[in-house]
């Protein structure tokens, strides 16, 4: 693999996730059993860290219930005009501390919670990717579809292929 190959995958991860008005977020117990959610990603902020997602919850749900349980979170994303998909693993908390919620909120989030007692219970979800499988044709090796392109970030050495 060439690095040029990397950053092309990842700018096309990261153009697939950013062009999702809506993706999935999949929360899955030690069980075996698992939920699937639709969310709306929260634009990124200039001085964000790249690779953390955000979304808005409530921190009464029953996702917000499983999150802070610790259960591991997969975020999948579709382009189909693109033929573009991306799934990403990795790991979520919830920040619901109120200096979390006044440093992210934005008066758009209002309209979902919109009674003081709904915004006392506003929870932010933070997700940081860990690793990426991708099907985005024109970019990750052909036949597109039948196996995914994976990648894993390492926080010493960056991002590399995942093996096996």
């Known amino acids: 693999m060439e690095q040029t190959d990397l950053e092309r995958w990842l700018a096309a991860a990261a153009r697939t996730m950013a062009s999702a008005p809506t993706c999935w977020l999949v929360l899955c117990s030690s069980g075996g059993d698992f939920s699937a959610r639709p969310m709306g990603p929260l634009p990124a902020e200039v001085d964000d860290v790249p690779w953390i997602l955000r979304f808005i919850t409530d921190g009464r749900s029953r996702k917000a219930a499983r999150l802070r349980r610790g259960e591991p979170v997969v975020v999948l994303f579709q382009n189909d005009a693109n033929e573009a998909y991306v799934k990403a693993s990795g790991r979520a908390r919830l920040r619901a501390a109120n200096e979390d919620i006044a440093a992210l909120w934005r008066s758009a989030y209002g309209a979902y919670f919109p009674t003081d007692e709904d915004r006392a219970n506003a929870a932010f979800i933070e997700f940081e990717v860990e690793s990426l499988e991708l099907w985005i044709r024109g970019v ?16 010493s050495t960056g991002w590399r292929t995942k093996s096996g």
């Open 140 to 155: 990750t090796p052909e036949p597109s579809g039948l196996a995914p392109t994976c990648l894993e970030r390492h926080s």
